[in-house]
C-alpha cells in the first residue's frame, strides 16, 4: 500500500486556510488522543475512529448541518 503524501493534521490545516468556514469530520485510524486533539484545535469538526459504520457518519453529518 502506497504511503500517503500528506497526513490529516497537514489536510485539515490546508483546508482550513482555504476555507475557513469549513466542516470537516475526520476519518483516522490513529488512536493517538495527541493526534486527534491537534486536528481539532486546528479546525477540524469532529472525528470518526477507524473501522466504523455508516451510522456514525451520517450522525456526524448531520449534526454539523444541524449547527
Not at 490529516?8 to 490545516?13: A, E, K, R
Amino acid at each position: 500500500m502506497a504511503r500517503p503524501k500528506k497526513d490529516g493534521l497537514t489536510v485539515v490545516q490546508e483546508i482550513i486556510q482555504f476555507d475557513p468556514n469549513s466542516k470537516i469530520i475526520l476519518i483516522t485510524a490513529s488512536d493517538d488522543q495527541k493526534i486527534i486533539r491537534s486536528c481539532l484545535d486546528s479546525g477540524a469538526s469532529s472525528y470518526v475512529s477507524k473501522p466504523f459504520d455508516f451510522n456514525t457518519i451520517l450522525k456526524g453529518i448531520s449534526d454539523l448541518l444541524a449547527k
